[in-house]
């Protein structure tokens, strides 16, 4: 064990998860020492993440600028083919950063269709020159705002609005619906995914306003109540597509966000229109970024003006 892993070690048996910092959550992630990434390093915004082939990196760009609510940008490959470097730099900050390993768990599609899924690394599928810290193959990784960011301002709130299922240390549920998104693209036919959590109907409005400003992270959400389940096309409440699921309690209702699981399903919906391999994260089992809270203003304006030579 090298000195900064027993120091990481060491701080964790001290530490409660939401205190650790970002660079710590990622090592851990890297030592497939964690799974689910909810109550982890509080302040940080976590991400959902995409990478797919550097040929169709244009028209996934573009179908996030037209979806910002379910796709919103956080950070870009500075480098097609370079699983180092993100842009713009504040997003990652330490050297040492591999988009390959720093995410709990991933999933792996070919032609539209998940062939992997809890894989912990991808070493094995995108390899690089040591020398230059480039594959062949230029991938192009997309980091999405992910909702579990705004969870800790939920959890410190008077009297605390903690989500149901960081109580049960279970995944928060997910579910596909029949809400379009804009095409781009080879992108087309896409909807959107939402996440779930419930909530007392006179708990509602204080959620909406402890989450609206988190634009950069979903923002607030997009539907609430048991008629809302109807008007998003949702299959089976009780039985999610991702994630676990939850026991409602007497007087609360479904509350739904956009999903950052959404650019998986416009993988799929594209089909063998993606010619290679591409790389999402396992639902649940995020990246943590070293974007804080306080970067929310900033990120106000779209990440579009950081944009990365894509």
């Given at each position: 064990?090298?000195?900064?892993?027993?120091?990481?070690?060491?701080?964790?048996?001290?530490?409660?998860?939401?205190?650790?910092?970002?660079?710590?959550?990622?090592?851990?992630?890297?030592?497939?020492?964690?799974?689910?990434?909810?109550?982890?390093?509080g302040?940080?915004?976590?991400?959902?993440?995409?990478?797919?082939?550097?040929?169709?990196s244009?028209?996934?760009?573009?179908?996030?600028?037209?979806?910002?609510?379910?796709?919103?940008?956080?950070?870009?490959?500075?480098?097609?083919?370079?699983?180092?470097?993100?842009?713009?730099?504040?997003?990652?900050?330490?050297?040492?950063?591999?988009?390959?390993?720093?995410?709990?768990?991933?999933?792996?599609?070919?032609?539209g269709k998940?062939?992997?899924?809890?894989?912990?690394?991808?070493?094995?599928?995108?390899?690089?020159?040591?020398?230059?810290?480039?594959?062949?193959?230029?991938?192009?990784?997309?980091?999405?705002?992910?909702?579990?960011?705004f969870?800790?301002?939920l959890?410190?709130?008077?009297?605390?609005?903690?989500?149901?299922?960081?109580?049960?240390?279970?995944?928060?549920?997910m579910?596909?619906?029949?809400?379009?998104?804009?095409?781009?693209?080879?992108?087309?036919?896409?909807?959107?995914?939402?996440?779930?959590?419930?909530?007392?109907?006179?708990?509602?409005?204080?959620?909406?306003?402890?989450?609206?400003?988190?634009?950069?992270?979903?923002?607030?959400?997009?539907?609430?109540?048991?008629?809302?389940?109807?008007?998003?096309?949702i299959?089976?409440?009780?039985?999610p597509?991702?994630?676990?699921?939850?026991?409602?309690?007497?007087?609360?209702?479904?509350?739904?966000?956009?999903?950052?699981?959404?650019?998986?399903?416009?993988?799929?919906?594209?089909?063998?229109?993606?010619?290679?391999?591409?790389?999402?994260?396992?639902p649940?089992?995020?990246?943590?970024?070293?974007?804080?809270?306080?970067?929310?203003?900033?990120?106000k304006?779209?990440?579009?003006?950081?944009?990365?030579?894509?």
């Open positions: 064990m090298t000195r900064i892993h027993a120091a990481i070690q060491m701080t964790v048996t001290t530490q409660t998860p939401e205190t650790l910092s970002s660079q710590k959550t990622r090592l851990l992630a890297r030592q497939n020492t964690i799974t689910n990434t909810a109550g982890y390093s302040t940080n915004l976590q991400a959902n993440l995409l990478i797919l082939p550097e040929k169709y244009q028209d996934f760009h573009n179908l996030c600028l037209r979806n910002p609510v379910a796709c919103p940008l956080l950070g870009i490959s500075s480098i097609p083919g370079n699983p180092h470097k993100i842009s713009p730099t504040p997003c990652i900050r330490n050297s040492d950063f591999d988009i390959r390993t720093d995410c709990p768990a991933y999933r792996v599609y070919k032609h998940c062939i992997a899924a809890n894989k912990r690394d991808l070493l094995d599928l995108w390899s690089t020159n040591d020398d230059e810290q480039q594959s062949s193959e230029n991938y192009t990784a997309f980091l999405l705002g992910c909702s579990y960011s969870e800790a301002a959890c410190n709130a008077t009297p605390p609005l903690t989500p149901r299922h960081q109580v049960t240390n279970t995944l928060v549920p579910y596909r619906t029949s809400l379009p998104l804009s095409p781009a693209g080879i992108f087309t036919n896409t909807t959107c995914t939402v996440s779930m959590r419930p909530y007392h109907e006179s708990e509602v409005e204080r959620v909406r306003d402890i989450t609206r400003p988190y634009l950069a992270t979903h923002g607030e959400p997009i539907a609430w109540g048991w008629d809302a389940v109807k008007r998003l096309g299959r089976d409440i009780h039985d597509d991702f994630g676990d699921k939850v026991e409602f309690g007497e007087g609360e209702v479904p509350v739904f966000w956009a999903c950052g699981v959404t650019p998986q399903m416009a993988v799929e919906a594209a089909g063998e229109k993606i010619d290679g391999l591409v790389f999402a994260h396992e649940g089992h995020m990246l943590v970024t070293d974007w804080v809270v306080e970067d929310l203003e900033r990120l304006e779209g990440i579009a003006a950081f944009r990365a030579k894509i």
